[in-house]
């Protein structure tokens, strides 16, 4: 163990040392006429650089598995039998060399995770009883408050207590915007305080902090193998025995051509095509705030045709204001309180508006609630002393066989063609108000889904438990191509069946908490996630900045990911067909072969690695927003 482990720290040194013999094994020959020198130096040469290949494959085939470096030193040892230490050297020599090259680039695709760890809290500042003490992240534990001033790393999830400040939260969102903390606002590890400065108290620490669980997310995601890896890896079980069987049969004839089939036999590219690419596209991704969980999601996310919406807080915004509110009594200061009482026990965005409006207009005094109970995607029932309470949609008053009257039926009518939301009252089965309640559409929503149906989405459907007025008219302004309204969470789950049974691939696109059973079921669920622990566990791509340009690069990048990946394939395939015809033809031998088996890694590295910088069409008009931008 200390043995192999010594080789793999020095492995580049002896690298180059094998390069240094084999240069002067050359001048030992071609300068000195020196020819038993150079044999001489090329042999031991060879014997340094196969120590660490053979070490490698005796390492495999105790885990029963065929690997090239056993195809290699095979291959040595034939060169040694028929004196061809040219041979053996240069082919140790550029597998060894070609190992090294492919280490440094295959560490330049996972930029994302290193900027990711490089960014992550090391120490944090304690407020005790005696003041503040410096310690490690690690000895930080929930319910303990932390000092964070200006230029400082927030160390963990968490509270403000005391204090405000302007937060970089790039390393969250991937948006290096500036974004104000106050008292009780939450914030979360990684953030960097840009101006101010915070008290927090430590909700989450260590590994369970939201920043942590985005770096092992990557992680997981970026060993996840595609369907792509999965056959080609199946492939390898087969196709390397099958070498070993037709260099066997070549060595009855040749032996020489049998060395050379072992050298050259294996799919070194095809191996590690597909990999590579896996991890610059979700590399790409992670940088920008955009987390894919694994290969099978890339593959999935690239042939998705049919991109299903949820609207509130998706497709707007979801930062609803009651911009209208019609009254039916006298005292409608006093029913404005008790709407928002009742409203006050639901977090929905519709009644949170209310609750504001009410603060606002300093209504009457709040009413005892007596029993309440939420009806899902209805609205709430309330008991207020002898009072019957209603609130909610048309289908809440058709539940309790409510009618509005015709000026009612006008004014909420109204309301509704004008795009608007509405939440309606009755008191014991009279209607007493009427609210309109508006939301504003996403920034750049329109371009970013015009921008996917140029990248091949065919139907943009919306799905919503809104009115169908509203929601119509979200749609004619977004030119969706479906639009369904007044729908349970249930209800958003079938038509999600019905799209998937007609034959569409289809994704679901919503926050992650209210929407998660439509997102299970769709083939790929996307969250408009603002760094929730909700939003990273259950879907498939979270978009950390809840935007649509995101979008567009997400399926932009998996689509791209898996092109890079089926172009690996084909190099590498094609290298194989070239290097077995050549040899057929005589045209390639050991050290030539080996050089192109080498290149063609290195090709396909390349390749992959092309993916670390892409962009969309569409990315080249949007402002550039990355995680590098919280270091900057």
Not at 4 to 16: A, E, G, V
Request: net charge negative; with cysteine; charged share 20%.
């Amino acid at each position: 163990m200390k043995f192999q482990l010594f080789l793999t720290k020095h492995t580049n040194q002896i690298t180059l040392v094998t390069g240094i013999l084999i240069v002067l094994g050359m001048l030992s020959k071609y300068l000195l006429q020196f020819t038993l020198g150079y044999q001489v130096i090329l042999a031991v040469a060879s014997i340094i650089a196969v120590i660490p290949i053979a070490v490698r494959a005796w390492s495999a085939l105790r885990n029963k598995v065929f690997s090239i470096e056993l195809l290699v030193s095979i291959a040595v040892i034939g060169a040694f039998i028929i004196g061809e230490f040219n041979e053996s050297a240069i082919v140790t020599f550029l597998f060894l060399f070609g190992s090294y090259l492919e280490s440094k680039t295959l560490q330049k695709t996972r930029t994302a995770i290193k900027g990711l760890t490089d960014m992550s809290p090391t120490t944090a500042t304690l407020v005790t009883d005696d003041g503040t003490e410096e310690v490690d992240v690690d000895d930080v534990d929930e319910g303990d408050v932390v000092l964070v001033k200006t230029g400082s790393q927030v160390p963990v999830d968490g509270i403000v207590v005391e204090g405000n400040g302007y937060l970089n939260e790039a390393s969250i969102t991937g948006e290096a915007r500036q974004i104000n903390k106050q008292l009780k606002d939450s914030v979360y590890s990684g953030t960097m305080v840009e101006n101010g400065y915070l008290k927090i108290k430590a909700t989450q620490v260590g590994d369970d902090t939201t920043f942590a669980k985005i770096i092992e997310l990557v992680e997981e995601a970026q060993d996840t193998k595609s369907k792509a890896e999965k056959f080609i890896d199946r492939f390898a079980q087969y196709y390397t025995p099958a070498v070993l069987v037709l260099a066997v049969f070549a060595f009855s004839r040749d032996f020489r051509l049998a060395i050379t089939v072992l050298v050259l036999g294996c799919p070194g590219a095809l191996v590690i095509g597909a990999p590579v690419s896996n991890v610059a596209g979700i590399g790409n991704g992670a940088k920008r705030g955009i987390l894919i969980k694994g290969g099978e999601v890339v593959d999935t996310f690239a042939k998705v045709d049919t991109l299903v919406f949820d609207k509130t807080g998706t497709l707007t915004e979801g930062n609803t204001a009651v911009t209208t509110m019609h009254t039916y009594t006298n005292n409608a200061d006093n029913q404005l309180a008790l709407a928002a009482a009742i409203e006050g026990v639901s977090d929905h965005p519709l009644g949170q508006a209310i609750v504001s409006y009410a603060d606002q207009q300093s209504a009457g005094v709040s009413p005892v609630l007596d029993d309440t109970e939420t009806v899902k995607g209805q609205g709430i029932c309330a008991q207020v002393g002898q009072q019957e309470v209603v609130i909610g949609n048309q289908k809440m008053l058709t539940a309790h066989n409510i009618k509005l009257n015709p000026t009612q039926l006008k004014d909420l009518n109204g309301l509704q063609a004008g795009g608007q939301s509405t939440v309606i009252m009755a008191v014991d089965g009279q209607v007493q108000l009427i609210f309109g309640i508006a939301d504003t559409i996403r920034p750049g929503v329109k371009d970013s889904l015009a921008a996917l149906k140029a990248q091949g989405i065919k139907k943009l459907v919306m799905l919503t438990g809104d009115n169908e007025l509203t929601a119509q008219a979200v749609a004619n302004e977004l030119n969706l191509d479906e639009v369904h309204a007044n729908l349970l969470p249930e209800e958003k789950v079938e038509y999600v069946k019905k799209l998937k049974a007609a034959g569409n691939t289809v994704a679901f696109i919503g926050d992650g908490i209210n929407d998660s059973p439509s997102i299970a079921n769709a083939d790929i669920g996307i969250a408009m996630g603002s760094g929730t622990d909700v939003a990273i566990d259950t879907s498939d791509v979270v978009l950390m900045q809840s935007s649509f340009p995101a979008l567009v690069h997400a399926h932009g990048l998996a689509k791209k990911t898996v092109l890079n990946t089926r172009e690996n394939i084909f190099i590498a395939i094609a290298t194989v067909a070239f290097l077995l015809i050549g040899l057929i033809f005589g045209y390639i031998y050991m050290a030539s072969g080996m050089f192109v088996h080498e290149a063609s890694i290195l090709v396909v590295i390349f390749n992959a690695m092309r993916l670390i910088n892409f962009q969309t069409k569409f990315d080249k008009h949007q402002p550039t927003k990355t995680i590098q931008a919280a270091t900057a």
